[in-house]
């Protein structure tokens, strides 16, 4: 027989008819793992089953419960919960293939699946409880309701592109699932009215193939890597190659469907207009898990052009880029060239030099290029033999730096081309650089092994919208961003330090030649270095004001908060770099609901 403890709990559970909604007694969750079992052995269940048909829906959650045996807490009640709550018919082989805790084989691989710093998964990172991958919206509404009610906290991965990889690691010192969307990448492109709607695991790459299958004259305003994640790379903003243009991913969506702290789907209309101005460049995970976006279509030439220029400095590098900096904010906002900067070595010698690659899109055909560069930039010299016409998804793989004999149904693969250790962050610039502070970048770069840095060009639709539209606030008068990358293959921690230690000295050497009060950083660049939450309610909202808040967003960050306050006062989703609630608002709801509780 059962212990008597647990018998009227269990009846209590099953008493009532199962009706499809989520419906369990919470204090079943407190048996521990032997008293289930041995629950389960020892009860008469299979009579009551057999007499009771609607009891089967709950029954095989029980067996589920039977089957998964675990020491670890947060595993077996998250599994329970996850059990008990099913309602949405996944059947057992289901459940097992999408629950995975380190034990099994497939945890690691599946972790490292997306996870784009080798950083973020070297042996020195935490790593989750367990990993999560529903299949369908449902399955994360239920993993959403059972982490509220057991208190534990998620993490969110869609492309696994965070800079500190706060989707899949955690530096809070607290225990974490990982929800993994990789398997929500559904893509319903619609010409006719101009939008399309992606689900968050799809990567831009898929969608850019998906729009094109359907349109020659239509694209997506979004980030320039294939494989990041739609779900956490436009509520970052997401800039891209036609960003002057039309500005950023954020600034194209038109609706989106986001799961909130009590487990409800919301589209835009239901979430309210203050919540969808702060999901459109607010950062990941604050708000609730984004299910899909819909994307405006933006339209494009049947024909681009695209070219590489490189220049290094026995080519006169530091002047052009001198050049640059004053020119490429103004330039057509059909054209846009970037710059990647990185340390080379001299042809034919051992000797180190800086090259500086040129790398651009224009929207449009290369007899009209080749007149406005003549025009705004000559000292550049591009001439038409550097020149490529194409299609516009043509042009998304040679921007992203594939050779040119791939076909484009790589994207559908949705990997990255590439992986290594790194460390990144960014600036943004409001008036040149002068050539002196370019020198003192290069004698850093010569000293250093694998350092990048990328500069894109702003202006054109960027310095049109203003800066309160969304949160995302680097808009007119900025001429460019930078962001500086450091990278490494070596998995030792006393190297990753090493690396670390120069890009923080490079940044600090930056300080002189950056944006100021504040000193403006990039939120799909997270940097933990900027300030980080510590959960501690009062102090967090105080310190991201003060550091990574204000930088990231300016004076939006204010109402960004507001709208964490009221939309997740129990401020459930966390993270490192999670937008603060405010702490007095917090404090007052927890006295009304003691208030209501002690019946006041
Ligand atoms: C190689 C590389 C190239 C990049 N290129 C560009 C670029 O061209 N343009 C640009 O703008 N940025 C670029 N980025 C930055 C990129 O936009 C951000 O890292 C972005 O957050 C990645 O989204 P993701 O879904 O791939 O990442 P994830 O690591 O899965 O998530 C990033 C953040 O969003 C949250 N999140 C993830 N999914 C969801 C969801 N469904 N709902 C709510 N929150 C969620 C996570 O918790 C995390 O905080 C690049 C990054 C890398 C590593």
Excluded at 32 to 46: A, I, W
Excluded at 138 to 153: E, M, N, P, R, S
Excluded at 262 to 287: C, H, P, Q, T
Excluded at 408 to 425: D, E, Q, R
Aim: contains cysteine.
């Amino acid at each position: 027989m059962p212990p008597p403890n647990i018998l009227p709990k269990f009846k209590l559970a099953v008493s009532g008819r199962y009706n499809g909604a989520v419906k369990y007694d919470q204090n079943l969750f407190q048996l521990n793992r032997g008293q289930l079992d041995l629950f389960l052995k020892t009860s008469q269940l299979h009579l009551l089953t057999s007499q009771m048909p609607y009891f089967s829906r709950f029954f095989v959650p029980l067996l589920l419960l039977a089957s998964f045996c675990s020491s670890n807490p947060i595993q077996d009640t998250f599994y329970q919960c996850l059990s008990l709550n099913n309602t949405y018919s996944l059947t057992d082989d289901q459940l097992s293939n999408i629950f995975f805790t380190p034990n099994n084989t497939a945890f690691t691989p599946l972790l490292n699946s997306t996870a784009q710093n080798l950083r973020c998964i070297a042996s020195y990172a935490a790593k989750p409880e367990l990993i999560f991958t529903p299949l369908h919206e449902t399955h994360i509404q239920t993993a959403v309701i059972c982490a509220k009610k057991l208190g534990i906290q998620l993490r969110f991965r869609s492309g696994g592109h965070d800079y500190e990889g706060i989707s899949y690691t955690t530096v809070m010192d607290l225990p974490y699932v990982v929800i993994d969307l990789a398997k929500l990448r559904g893509i319903d492109v619609n010409v006719e009215d101009g939008s399309v709607w992606v689900e968050a695991g799809a990567t831009v790459g898929e969608l850019y193939y998906r729009v094109a299958e359907k349109s020659k004259t239509h694209g997506i305003a979004a980030g320039l890597c294939t494989s990041l994640g739609v779900g956490g790379h436009i509520t970052g903003g997401a800039y891209g190659s036609m960003m002057r243009k039309y500005g950023l991913g954020a600034d194209n969506a038109l609706d989106a469907k986001i799961i909130d702290a009590n487990g409800r789907i919301l589209d835009r209309k239901a979430m309210g207009e203050d919540v969808f101005w702060a999901i459109r460049g607010g950062g990941g995970g604050s708000y609730g898990v984004i299910v899909s976006w819909k994307l405006k279509l933006v339209v494009v030439p049947e024909t681009v052009t695209v070219f590489n220029v490189e220049k290094t400095l026995e080519q006169g590098a530091t002047k052009i880029l001198y050049k640059w900096q004053q020119v490429a904010e103004k330039l057509d906002e059909n054209l846009f060239i970037r710059v990647l900067i990185r340390p080379s070595n001299i042809a034919n010698s051992t000797e180190r030099t800086i090259s500086t690659t040129y790398n651009a899109l224009f929207l449009g055909d290369v007899n009209t290029l080749e007149e406005i560069m003549k025009q705004s930039f000559p000292e550049l010299g591009l001439t038409k033999d550097d020149c490529f016409e194409m299609s516009w998804l043509e042009s998304i793989l040679f921007i992203a730096g594939y050779p040119r004999t791939i076909p484009t149904s790589v994207l559908l693969a949705g990997k990255p081309a590439f992986l290594n250790y790194f460390k990144a962050k960014s600036d943004f610039v409001t008036t040149p650089i002068p050539e002196e502070g370019l020198e003192g970048i290069w004698k850093r770069f010569l000293e250093e092994e694998q350092p990048l840095m990328i500069w894109n060009p702003y202006g054109g639709m960027m310095a049109k919208i203003p800066e309160a539209s969304i949160p995302f606030p680097h808009r007119n008068g900025t001429l460019f961003k930078i962001q500086y990358v450091n990278s490494w293959m070596n998995p030792e921690k006393q190297v990753m330090n090493k690396h670390v230690d120069w890009i923080r000295k490079l940044y600090n050497y930056m300080t002189q030649y950056v944006s100021k009060f504040p000193r403006q950083a990039y939120v799909n660049y997270r940097d933990l270095d900027i300030g980080m939450n510590n959960n501690d309610f009062k102090n967090d909202f105080v310190k991201a004001a003060s550091s990574w808040g204000t930088r990231y967003f300016k004076n939006n960050f204010n109402r960004l908060v507001k709208i964490k306050t009221e939309f997740d006062p129990d401020n459930f989703f966390k993270h490192e770099q999670i937008i603060p609630v405010l702490p007095f608002k917090t404090n007052v709801q927890r006295f009304k609901h003691l208030h209501k509780r002690k019946g006041r």
